[in-house]
């Protein structure tokens, strides 16, 4: 007999029950918080390929701070800031900290916060406060530092402010296809019975963490994955995130389409058309409107927030995605391999030369030879496979909060490695960089040759170069095999031109553990880190840690000392050994150094400080000329169409049709439109009385702002908007708006806009 079937009054109240209980099971409180860093679109060299010709000239899409706080009721908490920029810089994790102690005491501090970049190489320079990472940017940028500095601690303000109940899930899976070893010849240097236990030569491990509001349910996901940041190229002049960077504002819109937006016009579905549905069928009627709107005159805006329209406005109520950067030392983005671009041929295996020449040999994307697109595709794998992870997530983290952090010296330290029949005493040496490191690497190959004579060379370069320092006899065997190059460690003036104390960090969610490590570990490197500390968890007494524990190496934290490879990979001297910059030991020191961490965690010790890393701000020589002045010729005004649509045009969706505009414009640095926006593409409303609304801004990937000077040292500038129509986007009257400020000769900043013809789209 069948059972009575149960009322369906009866079904909601079980699903409501069961719902409850899952969401009131937080033992936890969650904050999350997200700023706009972008830096200087101008004038700054880019941050990552050391290559002095890459300067900053527009916005590809824009860079963000990404901030996660998660607490106990009445105990202790973390911080993680994931940065849209190439790595963390002492000088910056030094100040946030200052401020973050002004705001709210001891709750935040250098031992439960963690700074990491996603290692984008086109984000602006200039913010790092060792000589050696600030040659090419002619020293200090105090603009590009200011705005991440003030970013970091808005996200962290952002989330400490939300704080409420919520549950943390975690989850992790391959992705297979967003990653290559560009130095497998290094890794094959490692032994063969430790290769054998792993599949690949790179880690193609995703571990995502989703965090779900008790109320109103996921607010956020952050994840780490190894690969560079490295899919645009060395030449690439638009500031953007790069492939993670990409990742994270497709994860971010695609969880947004699912909620309305709030705009001015009320609450819409997010980018779905406001317009009559026969706008498609009456062309006749699209252009008739689109010829009433004329380009207007670049009016000034009045007040200066008009010019900070936006399309994502509301960031509180925003879904907040990180994609975090891992032990990506030798992992490259362009998939395809590394070619010569002279004929074609695959590089030297061992060397990544072409007829030995480095400087041929160039990594390849999927979308090759579209940098932006090989941008796009390896973000939108680490999205989709992101997206899948937290559509996925069940294994909720559960226990205590915790965190051990320590400054360590590793100019000099004394490892314990063990040897056959036993342990023998090595030692770290001071920093210094070897010859492979001016051969570059196949995602950006010649890159950072600091041997060249006074005739090439920036300003800054001649300005330092004569304290180039030949390295003593101690330091030569100390860093062999390396060849040194440059003595950094061991060069002051007039400033440190390399770090020699480091923070190393662990932070404890419940079974996830994050080691923060200041720099680029490679595969292997990073394999032997996690082992080490997931060795001591397993075996501490407390048994707190079963078999399930989830490490990941959060990479570039807190602050920047380049690579760490294996003592094997080390004697191949590939570039990644050559930027290993403490000696063969340097990964030995790290492993000796988070052992104590994990085993003071375990035991709930107090791990002994260390000594204080140096604030070297008031020292910083900066040699970036300011901004003049900015004019237009004559009878023209900031904001003035200067090449417009076509009159009456007409273009049609999915044929990947690109509109562009030109406006007389005005330096980017004047003012960075920080929450704002350069460029917006508009739709009119269709019964909106001629109101506009804004679809897409500079932080859409769609979307260009490319900024230029006709001649180098002119006081005139050109803003051109290109817009790359949608497939997704709506029929309608469209408009492009540009958004700037001027700077006069008595240093005066004047906001302006300007507005494009109307075109129709169809
Ligand atoms: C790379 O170097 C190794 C060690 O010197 C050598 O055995 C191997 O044949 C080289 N491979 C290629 C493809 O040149
Ligand atoms: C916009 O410029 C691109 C080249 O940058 C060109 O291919 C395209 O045809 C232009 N669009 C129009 C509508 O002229």
Request: contains cysteine; hydrophobic residues 35%.
């Amino acid at each position: 007999m069948a059972s009575p079937a149960p009322s369906m009054a009866f079904l909601l109240s079980l699903l409501l029950f069961a719902g409850m209980c899952s969401l009131s099971s937080s033992d936890y409180l969650i904050g999350v918080g997200s700023y706009d860093i972008t830096g200087p679109a101008a004038d700054v060299n880019m941050m990552g390929y050391a290559n002095s010709d890459q300067i900053a000239s527009g916005v590809h899409f824009r860079l963000r701070a990404r901030a996660f706080i998660v607490a106990e009721p009445r105990g202790n908490r973390v911080a993680f800031v994931n940065l849209d920029a190439c790595m963390a810089s002492q000088i910056v994790t030094i100040k946030v900290l200052e401020r973050l102690k002004s705001r709210y005491g001891d709750l935040y501090t250098e031992k439960n916060v963690a700074i990491s970049g996603i290692h984008t190489h086109a984000g602006p320079g200039g913010y790092l406060q060792y000589v050696t990472y600030i040659v090419t940017s002619l020293g200090f940028v105090r603009q590009s530092f200011d705005v991440i500095v003030d970013g970091i601690e808005q996200s962290i303000v952002q989330a400490h402010e939300s704080l409420r109940p919520g549950s943390v899930f975690v989850n992790s899976g391959e992705l297979l296809d967003a990653g290559v070893n560009r130095s497998p010849s290094a890794y094959l240097n490692n032994p063969a019975s430790e290769r054998s236990i792993y599949k690949y030569d790179v880690d193609k491990e995703m571990a995502l963490l989703k965090f779900v509001d008790s109320r109103s349910g996921p607010i956020a996901s952050f994840n780490w994955f190894a690969t560079h940041g490295t899919s645009m190229s060395r030449t690439n002049s638009l500031i953007s995130g790069d492939n993670k960077g990409t990742a994270a504002r497709l994860m971010e819109d695609w969880f947004q389409q699912r909620a309305p937006v709030r705009t001015e016009m009320g609450e819409i579905p997010r980018r779905v058309s406001t317009l009559v549905s026969d706008m498609n069928k009456n062309h006749s009627r699209l252009l008739e409107i689109a010829a009433s709107y004329k380009s207007s005159k670049g009016q000034p805006v009045t007040n200066p927030l008009d010019a900070k329209v936006r399309v994502r406005k509301d960031s509180s109520r925003s879904f907040v995605s990180a994609f975090c950067q891992s032990n990506c030392g030798d992992v490259s983005p362009n998939v395809l391999g590394a070619f010569c671009i002279d004929t074609g041929l695959p590089c030297d295996f061992n060397h990544s030369t072409c007829n030995g020449k480095n400087e041929l040999c160039y990594g390849r994307g999927p979308g090759y030879p579209d940098e932006f697109e090989s941008t796009r595709i390896i973000g939108e794998r680490q999205f989709k496979k992101a997206s899948e992870l937290f559509n996925k997530a069940t294994e909720q983290l559960k226990g205590r909060i915790g965190y051990q952090h320590a400054y360590v010296d590793f100019s000099k330290l004394e490892v314990s490695v063990s040897k056959p029949g036993g342990f023998e005493t090595v030692k770290t040496c001071p920093a210094a960089m070897g010859f492979g490191f001016a051969a570059g690497t196949t995602d950006g190959p010649g890159a950072f040759d600091f041997r060249q004579g006074d005739d090439k060379g920036n300003a800054f370069w001649k300005l330092v170069r004569n304290v180039l320092r030949t390295p003593g006899p101690e330091q030569v065997e100390c860093q062999k095999p390396k060849p040194i190059l440059l003595d950094t460690g061991e060069m002051k003036i007039p400033y440190d031109w390399a770090p020699s104390i480091l923070p190393v960090q662990i932070l404890r969610i419940g079974q996830f553990v994050i080691l923060s490590v200041p720099g680029e570990f490679t595969t292997m490197a990073g394999r032997r880190l996690r082992e080490a500390v997931r060795s001591v968890l397993a075996s501490s007494a407390s048994k707190e840690f079963g078999n399930n524990v989830h490490i990941v190496i959060a990479g570039l934290t807190n602050t920047y000392s380049q690579y760490v490879t294996t003592f094997e990979e080390y004697e191949v001297q590939r570039y990644e050994g050559a930027s290993t910059l403490y000696g063969p030991h340097t990964l030995s020191a790290y492993i000796q150094e988070f052992k104590k961490l994990a085993t003071a965690l375990v035991n709930g010790q107090t791990i002994e400080s260390g000594p204080q890393p140096p604030d070297l701000l008031s020292k910083q020589i900066s040699l970036l000329a300011p901004v003049v002045v900015d004019v237009t010729p004559l009878g023209v005004s900031f904001g003035d169409v200067k090449s417009d649509v076509a009159p009456n045009s007409r273009f049609a969706r999915g044929g990947g049709a690109q509109v562009n505009v030109t406006f007389w414009s005005a330096c980017p640095r004047n003012d960075l439109m920080t929450e704002g926006s350069f460029a917006l593409v508009e739709r009119l409303i269709d019964g909106g009385g001629g109101r506009w609304l804004p679809v897409y801004d500079d932080d859409d990937l769609c979307l260009k702002f490319k900024w230029s000077r006709p001649t180098r040292l002119s006081p005139e500038s050109y803003g051109r908007i290109e817009w790359r129509i949608p497939d997704s986007a709506s029929a309608g009257v469209y408009r492009i708006r540009h958004f700037g400020a001027s700077k006069s000769l008595l240093g005066s900043i004047t906001t302006f806009s300007g507005t494009s013809s109307a075109f129709a789209v169809v």
